[in-house]
């Protein structure tokens, strides 16, 4: 389940389970569960404060669990995924994900949703296959909800039309050119560079900052607050 460390004033928050290597870090309920959790713990912290996201191995996350939308409960299944990146996008402290490994689908979602995104640069995808993928509400491609699709609008500017709409694989270097990651780095640098970036911003932590996130993305968030899926 995903846990938490710190590293002075950085929360690093991984997506996998402690002491396994090459977990894919799937949205499962639980799962999800277990990212508020250690949300809360953070946004409890006083004092400056910021937040890593990684995982280990080869995936930071394989995304949604895609036999879960052929049930009949798939709304809340997605609504329980769109909680999760609302948090992400308006938390009340600087977020970074370190994007050590594989991000696809709803990995790549979560990684948008942070402030900013450090990639490893000779491994490892940045990937939003759902045009690809024939499941449940279409023969040809799943839909991206709409709260899901506008976050993404918002988050990847240029890139997004190619990404969401070809289901493109982007490798760190490619990810740079399209403006998807800031920085590309060695395996091993990755974290250490992303805890940098956040530390350098921890003062900023706090209630303004959640109000100004909130406010950039006012129309994102409402789109969040619901399901919408349309063919």
Known sequence: ?????????VFV????EPDQLDTENRFTPEWMDAVHACLDEVQAAEGPKALVTTGSGKFF???????????????????????????????????????????????AILAMAHDGRVMRGDRGFFC????????????????IPGGIADLLTARLGPAAHEAMLTGRRYGGPDALAAGIVEAVEEQERVLPVALARAGAL?????????????WM???????????TLTL
């Open 1 to 9: 389940m995903p846990h938490l460390r710190r590293e002075d004033a």
């Open 13 to 16: 928050l991984d997506l996998g």
């Open 61 to 107: 996350s394989n995304g949604f669990e895609p036999e879960r939308f052929l049930r009949p409960d798939v709304t809340d299944y997605l609504m329980a995924g769109q909680r999760v990146f609302e948090r992400v996008l308006t938390f009340p402290a600087p977020t970074v994900a370190a994007v050590q490994g594989h991000a696809f689908g709803a990995g």
């Open 128 to 143: 939003l296959p759902e045009i690809t993928l024939p499941l449940a509400r279409s023969d040809d491609g799943l839909v």
């Open 202 to 214: 921890a003062s900023t932590a706090g209630p303004a900052l959640a109000a100004m996130k909130r």
């Open 217 to 227: 993305y006012r129309d994102v968030v409402a789109a969040l607050g619901k399901v």
